[in-house]
Structure formats: C-alpha cells, structure tokens
C-alpha cells in the first residue's frame, strides 16, 4: 500500500508539471480583438443632379449638384467579400431630398429667402410661386425642375494606413424601423483573394441581467488621429420583441449607461457592434440615442441576413489570426509573431494584428514570455522550471526508496537451512552408479613390552593380576587401577 502511494504521488507532481503549458493554452474570454479589425465606418451621403428651367423671363437650364450628408455610424464585417451589417438609418435617408434640392437652387438663383428643407413652400410672388411649385415633385409635364436623386454609401475599413475614399457599397436589405438592422454589399469585388477579416456572431443573447458586454465603433472617419472605440456596458432587463431593443444598465449603480451609450450612438457608434464577454462574438448592434441607448439581439441581425440572403462566415484572415491572438493572450509571444505576420501577409492593412505584432516582437525572449521559458527548461540558468523539476525527481527518488524500504521490513528473512546429517549409510538408488570408497586402515608399529619375569630369587614382589602394576609388600589394593591383592 505504502509503495503505491508513494507512487501515485509521484505521478501527481509529474502531471502538474506537464500540465502548465497546455492549461497556458486555454483560449481567454472577454476580448474584443476577434471583432475590432472587422469594425467599419459607415457614411452615408444623397447625391442629387438638379436642372432647373427658367423661363420667367429668358429661357436659360440651371443645373447644380448637392450632396447632403445624412447618415454616419459603425457597421461590422460578416463575411469575406465585405458584406456589412448597420442600422437602416446610418443608410437611409428619411428626409425628401428631392423638396430640400428644389428650395436650395429655386433661392440661390431667384435670389428669394426659402428655408432650406424638406418641406413645400410657398411664396408671395404669384408667378415664382408657380414655378416653384412646378419644380418640386413628383415630375409632371409643366416641371421647371428635373431632379435625378441617389444614395452614396461610402466605408472605411479599419486599416493602416487609413484609407482616404473607402470603397462603396449598396443597400441590399434592411428592417422596417430606423433601428432596424441592414445587410449592405460591396458595389465592386473587394481587392484580395482573401477577402476581408470578419466578426464571428453569436448564437444568442445572454440572459443574466448585468451580464458585460463591450461596444466597439468609431466616432469619426478612421485616420492617425481617429482609432476604434471601445467601451464598457453591462446588459439591463428586459428587450423584449418590440421594446425597442435591450436596455443597459450598470449592476453597481457606478455610471448611468443608458446615457453613456446614447452619447455614444448620437457620436457615430450607431449601429457598432456589442461584443459578448464569454467568448468575444457579436451578440447585437448599438441603437438608440440621446439619453437612451440600448441594443437589437443577434437574432434580429440574421434575420435580415436570411432575407438577404446571406450567409455570415468567416474566411482564411481570421483563422490565422485567431490562431495568433491566443498565443498572445497566453502571453506566448514568440510564437504570436509569427502568426500576425502571416495576416498581414494576408490582408496588409490589418492595424489591430500590426499593433499585436508590435508588441509581440517587444516582449519576444523577453521575462513575460511563455514560449521562451518553455523552450529553455533544458537551462538551468534561465528556466524558472527546473526547480520543479528538481523537486520531482527528489520525490520520486524519496517515494521509491522508501517504498522498497518498506518492502524489505515487511518481508520476513529466510536463513539459511542447517545442513542434513550424514545418513548412516550410503543409500544408492537402484540402478545408480555410484562410486564407492574403501578405506585401508593404516597400521602403526607395535612396540614390544618387557616381560617381567619373576624369579624365585624375589619372592617379595607382587604384580596384580589386572593390570600387571608392580605392588608394594603391603598393598592390598593396586594402586592403579583398583583391583585387590591375591595375597
């Protein structure tokens, strides 16, 4: 029992030590580095050709083209051919363009005060209200105005350097409300065989009220001056299906949200994506303003892409680059560097993997970095792991040799068995060849005795008779062996 403990002890240091760097690789949560370099500015203009025909006094076509700037806001990348997800009011204008156009050129060249809006006006002048009212539409036969109306929607990705005029994009799809999500594509192919890098969406919103969240977007057209925004917020009750969305509210009471939001949105991170803490993926878009922000679920996004007909995917950008991005987030640096120069290889203009590179080749070999240390554990001078290792081989060495320790204490001792006595004879099995040995008694020389011989001239003298021992004349005993006198 006790060598089994000992070994399983063992075992237990070995599997810890091995353990660190594959527990090192668990993919991190909370960040918002998966979505950024997919995070877009939107702007939206409507451009209108106008001709007015004057024929008041002298016949003469007056044209002017007016650009009005309507709509500007935060979209997010879903797929590698650039199509984008934002609000229906980052790309649709409400307003009548067409009435704005007809009052601004009818007062630049009558020379008359018009407020410059949507709206149909009229004016004390009987015949330039005429002709005003002739120019706004809808076209008919008697128009004084021809007016050609369209929707420019421009996007600058989040890319170093910054890209001066973006790359257009038309409206395919969008929701009822202004706050309804919009699918937008690109109105030429995007340059790259890869594409652009994308946001990964979330299967659903988290239910759990306080639940953080982080909002990325953009606040003005991106440039040296102007990077991506990220903000903190944390998911309020509520955001039922026609609520208007899903409220923010901060569980510690520290900061009023919904205004911190709305701010935000009012600013030009409408439409910007809000980003899980679980697992970096998209979970809504921003909506709202003014002292109220809140946030549309992912589920209403894929619905309107399901109408669209598009199918959200990610593309070779982001497999290399997530595949780097957690290298670095596990603080392996000297491996990192190498995956965010394969994604710019890929998409050159990736800022937030140029920023990571950056850092990467900073911190490379240095103290912090994991994949350094691992690769020098061989080194007792520069490892912070061979202590450890120390450590197990001494347990391993202490377990085992108390282990047959304690085996041989447990263990009783055999002695040695004595030796059989010789049997009494030699016993031969049947059939044995055995040899046998005689021995030859040896034979000694045989010293003769004097013979004593009596003599009548001595009759005094005795012998006894047992041993032959001259006696005294008065002995009556031999004084040798015992045995009485015969005299």
């Known amino acids: 029992m006790a060598r089994l403990t000992a070994l399983a002890g063992g075992i237990a240091v070995a599997l810890a030590l091995t353990a660190v760097p594959v527990m090192a690789h668990e993919h991190p949560s909370g960040i918002t580095d998966l979505v950024t370099p997919a995070v877009v500015r939107v702007e939206a203009v409507s451009h209108v050709e106008i001709t007015l025909l004057d024929h008041v006094s002298v016949l003469r076509h007056v044209e002017r083209s007016y650009d009005f700037p309507f709509g500007a806001g935060t979209g997010t990348v879903v797929s590698p051919d650039g199509t984008i997800v934002t609000l229906r009011r980052v790309v649709d204008n409400p307003d009548d363009v067409a009435v704005l156009a007809a009052n601004k050129i009818f007062a630049e060249h009558h020379d008359v ?29 008697t128009a004084t105005c021809i007016i050609d109306v369209t929707t420019e929607i421009t996007v600058f990705p989040n890319v170093s350097p910054p890209s001066e005029d973006g790359f257009k994009v038309k409206l395919l799809e969008a929701g009822p409300d202004p706050d309804s999500p919009a699918v937008l594509a690109p109105v030429a192919p995007v340059v790259g065989s890869v594409g652009m890098p994308t946001a990964p969406l979330a299967d659903k919103v988290p239910g759990q ?62 439409g910007a994506p809000v980003i899980g803490d679980k697992d970096g993926h998209v979970i809504g878009l921003l909506v709202g303003g003014g002292k109220d922000g809140r946030m549309i679920g992912v589920r209403e996004v894929t619905a309107v892409l399901a109408e669209a007909k598009v199918v959200p995917r990610r593309g070779a950008i982001d497999t290399a680059f997530e595949a780097a991005l957690t290298r670095y987030h596990t603080k392996y640096y000297t491996e990192a560097a190498p ?45 912070p792991l061979w202590p450890f290792l120390v450590a197990a081989g001494i347990l391993f060495l202490v377990a085992g040799g108390g282990a047959y320790l304690l085996w041989r204490r447990r263990t009783p001792d055999l002695e040695p068995a004595p030796p059989e006595p010789p049997a009494a004879g030699p016993v031969f099995d049947d059939g044995a060849n055995q040899t046998v040995v005689v021995r030859r008694s040896q034979s000694f020389p045989v010293v003769p005795q004097e013979q004593q011989v009596m003599t009548a001239s001595d009759p005094a003298i005795k012998y006894c008779t047992s041993c032959g021992m001259r006696l005294g004349p008065a002995h009556r005993f031999c004084g040798y062996c015992g045995h009485p006198s015969e005299t």
């Open 113 to 141: 005060k018009i407020p410059q809006d949507d709206e149909k006006h009229r004016l004390s002048d009987d015949l330039l209200d005429r002709h005003l009212r002739d120019c706004y539409p809808p076209k008919s036969d």
């Open 209 to 270: 009220e306080g639940s953080p969240t982080s909002v990325a977007g953009f606040l003005g057209r991106p440039g040296p001056e102007v990077a991506h925004t990220v903000e903190i917020a944390h998911l309020g009750k509520g955001g039922a299906s026609g609520d208007g969305g899903r409220p923010f509210a901060d569980p510690e009471e520290k900061a009023d949200e919904p205004v911190k939001m709305g701010g935000l949105a009012d600013k030009g991170m409408a």
């Open 339 to 383: 995956g965010f120069q394969r994604v710019l290889e890929l998409y050159p203009g990736n800022l937030v993997a140029a920023e990571l590179l950056k850092t990467s080749l900073a911190k490379r070999g240095g103290p912090e970095d994991q994949g350094t240390r691992k690769a020098a554990s061989t080194a007792a001078a520069s490892t």
